[in-house]
């Protein structure tokens, strides 16, 4: 059965940091870009950062650009995110992707809450 369960998330404070896991099982993510996307409430999806399976070519969105790090760890199945100095707007459930060819994977999603 091919599953994405992300974790990691949580409440934190303005400016502080937080590191997203994404554990596939079902399936290797040798060959897969791999993604975090974000949904804010009443907001539309958005891809946050891509991790590319050749040379692990990374890409951000504008917003987060310079304060979240993807990576990806193949031989544990993982992709990660590195958040910090985390503001309020980046509060969202956060979901990770696998892609490749014909295939789409999501996970459930896990909640980050920034606030004071």
């Known amino acids: 059965q091919v599953q994405l369960v992300e974790s990691g998330g949580g409440l934190v404070q303005p400016g502080g940091s937080l590191r997203l896991s994404c554990a596939a099982s079902?399936?290797?993510?040798?060959?897969?870009?791999l993604s975090w996307y974000r949904q804010a409430p009443g907001k539309e999806r958005e891809l946050v950062a891509r991790?590319?399976?050749?040379?692990?070519?990374?890409d951000y969105s504008d917003s987060v650009q310079g304060r979240f790090t993807i990576s990806r760890d193949n031989a544990k199945n993982t992709v990660y995110l590195q958040m910090n100095s985390l503001k309020p707007e980046d509060t969202a459930v956060y979901y990770c992707?696998?892609?490749?060819?014909?295939?789409?994977?999501w996970g459930q999603g896990t909640q980050v809450t920034v606030s004071s």
């Open positions: 992707n696998a892609a490749r060819l014909t295939k789409d994977y």
């Open positions: 079902g399936f290797t993510v040798t060959f897969y870009t």
């Open positions: 991790i590319t399976a050749v040379g692990f070519i990374t």
